[in-house]
Nanobody
Framework: QVQLVESGGGLVQAGGSLRLSCAAS????????MAWFRQAPGKEREFVAT????????RYADSVKGRFTISRDNAKNTVYLQMNSLKPEDTAVYYC???????????????WGRGTQVTVSS
Protein backbone atom coordinates (compact mmCIF):
# COMPACT_ATOMS: atom_id res chain seq x y z
CA GLN A 1 0.00 0.00 0.00
CA VAL A 2 1.20 3.48 -0.78
CA GLN A 3 1.94 5.91 2.06
CA LEU A 4 1.05 9.56 1.51
CA VAL A 5 2.34 12.68 3.27
CA GLU A 6 0.89 16.13 2.61
CA SER A 7 2.78 19.39 3.09
CA GLY A 8 2.55 23.04 2.15
CA GLY A 9 -0.37 24.13 4.27
CA GLY A 10 -0.33 27.27 6.36
CA LEU A 11 -1.94 30.62 7.10
CA VAL A 12 -2.60 32.95 4.19
CA GLN A 13 -4.68 36.06 3.62
CA ALA A 14 -7.73 36.01 1.39
CA GLY A 15 -6.69 36.38 -2.22
CA GLY A 16 -3.38 34.67 -1.61
CA SER A 17 -1.95 31.40 -2.90
CA LEU A 18 -0.59 28.15 -1.54
CA ARG A 19 0.76 25.02 -3.18
CA LEU A 20 0.14 21.73 -1.44
CA SER A 21 2.29 18.70 -2.10
CA CYS A 22 1.54 15.03 -1.54
CA ALA A 23 4.61 12.79 -1.50
CA ALA A 24 4.26 9.05 -1.85
CA SER A 25 6.39 6.23 -0.59
CA UNK A 26 6.12 2.48 -0.54
CA UNK A 27 4.80 2.20 -4.08
CA UNK A 28 5.02 4.28 -7.22
CA UNK A 29 2.27 6.81 -7.69
CA UNK A 30 2.17 6.34 -11.45
CA UNK A 31 -0.31 3.47 -11.18
CA UNK A 32 -2.80 5.40 -9.06
CA UNK A 33 -5.45 7.96 -9.71
CA MET A 34 -5.15 10.71 -7.13
CA ALA A 35 -7.44 13.19 -5.46
CA TRP A 36 -7.56 15.99 -2.94
CA PHE A 37 -10.34 16.26 -0.38
CA ARG A 38 -10.84 18.73 2.44
CA GLN A 39 -12.66 18.84 5.73
CA ALA A 40 -13.63 21.99 7.59
CA PRO A 41 -14.51 21.96 11.31
CA GLY A 42 -17.98 20.56 11.87
CA LYS A 43 -18.39 19.59 8.23
CA GLU A 44 -18.09 16.38 6.25
CA ARG A 45 -15.07 15.66 4.08
CA GLU A 46 -15.64 17.04 0.60
CA PHE A 47 -14.12 16.46 -2.80
CA VAL A 48 -11.77 19.10 -4.19
CA ALA A 49 -10.01 17.70 -7.28
CA THR A 50 -8.95 14.46 -8.95
CA UNK A 51 -6.41 13.50 -11.61
CA UNK A 52 -5.86 10.32 -13.61
CA UNK A 53 -2.66 8.29 -13.35
CA UNK A 54 -1.22 9.87 -16.50
CA UNK A 55 -2.54 13.35 -15.79
CA UNK A 56 -4.75 13.63 -18.88
CA UNK A 57 -8.04 13.70 -16.97
CA UNK A 58 -8.78 16.19 -14.23
CA ARG A 59 -11.97 17.17 -12.48
CA TYR A 60 -12.74 19.82 -9.90
CA ALA A 61 -15.44 20.70 -7.43
CA ASP A 62 -17.49 23.67 -8.62
CA SER A 63 -16.39 25.63 -5.56
CA VAL A 64 -12.72 25.59 -6.63
CA LYS A 65 -12.97 25.47 -10.42
CA GLY A 66 -10.86 28.18 -12.01
CA ARG A 67 -8.90 28.79 -8.80
CA PHE A 68 -7.28 25.44 -7.98
CA THR A 69 -5.13 23.24 -10.22
CA ILE A 70 -4.23 19.63 -9.56
CA SER A 71 -1.10 18.22 -11.16
CA ARG A 72 1.33 15.37 -10.73
CA ASP A 73 4.96 14.53 -11.32
CA ASN A 74 5.20 10.76 -11.43
CA ALA A 75 8.98 10.90 -11.66
CA LYS A 76 9.00 12.61 -8.26
CA ASN A 77 6.16 10.47 -6.91
CA THR A 78 4.33 13.66 -5.97
CA VAL A 79 0.95 15.24 -6.55
CA TYR A 80 0.29 18.95 -6.18
CA LEU A 81 -2.63 21.26 -5.56
CA GLN A 82 -2.02 24.86 -6.59
CA MET A 83 -4.54 27.07 -4.83
CA ASN A 84 -5.00 30.66 -6.00
CA SER A 85 -7.45 33.40 -5.03
CA LEU A 86 -8.02 31.71 -1.70
CA LYS A 87 -11.15 32.51 0.27
CA PRO A 88 -11.91 32.13 3.99
CA GLU A 89 -14.33 29.32 3.08
CA ASP A 90 -11.35 27.34 1.75
CA THR A 91 -10.14 26.93 5.33
CA ALA A 92 -9.93 23.20 6.07
CA VAL A 93 -7.63 20.26 6.53
CA TYR A 94 -6.62 19.08 3.07
CA TYR A 95 -6.05 15.38 2.41
CA CYS A 96 -4.61 13.60 -0.59
CA UNK A 97 -5.82 10.16 -1.53
CA UNK A 98 -4.84 7.39 -3.93
CA UNK A 99 -7.19 5.03 -5.71
CA UNK A 100 -7.76 2.91 -8.77
CA UNK A 101 -9.71 5.51 -10.75
CA UNK A 102 -10.55 9.18 -10.68
CA UNK A 103 -13.64 10.22 -8.83
CA UNK A 104 -15.24 12.44 -6.23
CA UNK A 105 -16.34 9.79 -3.74
CA UNK A 106 -14.00 9.41 -0.78
CA UNK A 107 -14.87 5.75 -0.27
CA UNK A 108 -13.37 4.93 -3.69
CA UNK A 109 -9.89 5.91 -2.49
CA UNK A 110 -8.05 3.36 -0.38
CA UNK A 111 -4.96 5.26 0.75
CA TRP A 112 -4.97 8.56 2.58
CA GLY A 113 -2.49 10.99 4.06
CA ARG A 114 -2.91 12.61 7.46
CA GLY A 115 -3.73 16.02 6.07
CA THR A 116 -2.32 19.53 6.12
CA GLN A 117 -4.09 22.55 7.59
CA VAL A 118 -4.94 25.49 5.36
CA THR A 119 -6.25 28.63 7.04
CA VAL A 120 -7.38 31.62 5.03
CA SER A 121 -7.90 34.85 6.96
CA SER A 122 -10.29 37.57 5.81
Amino acid sequence: QVQLVESGGGLVQAGGSLRLSCAASGRTLSTYAMAWFRQAPGKEREFVATISWGGSRRRYADSVKGRFTISRDNAKNTVYLQMNSLKPEDTAVYYCAAGQETGSVAAKFGSWGRGTQVTVSS
